[in-house]
Nanobody
């Protein structure tokens, strides 16, 4: 019913930048919080950043000042601009979107398929 498609990952040198995108499609009535999480090898998935429907943002301390989350409500898309990347940012990045599929429906949480970000020289 709902699909999330991520794009924008890849290999980048330390200090470089990448921009991730996550587009939601399908049966969508409204979207609440949108966010990005990441999981490095051998570690638990952790929150990177979230953005509310009203535009309020929240960041992990490790990415504050380097990453920027934004959303385009007309396109049902969330972005993550990542600057000054370092090797510790290497992980699979997942988008997460909380949405409703109808006026009286509950809120459901959907995950993207994940995109690999590798920071290495």
């Amino acid at each position: 019913q709902v699909q999330l498609v991520e794009s924008g990952g890849g290999l980048v040198q330390p200090g470089g930048s990448l921009r991730l995108s996550c587009a939601a499609s399908g049966r969508i009535y409204s979207i609440n919080t949108m966010g990005w999480y990441r999981q490095a090898p051998g570690k638990q998935r952790e929150l990177v950043a979230t953005i509310s429907s009203g535009g309020r943002t929240n960041y992990a301390d490790s990415v504050k000042g380097r990453f920027t989350i934004s959303r385009d409500n007309a396109k049902n898309t969330v972005y993550l601009q990542m600057n000054n990347l370092n090797p510790e940012d290497t992980a699979v990045y997942y988008c997460n979107i909380d949405l409703r599929i109808g006026l009286h429906s509950s809120t459901y949480s959907y995950w993207g398929q994940g995109t690999q970000v590798t920071v290495s020289s």
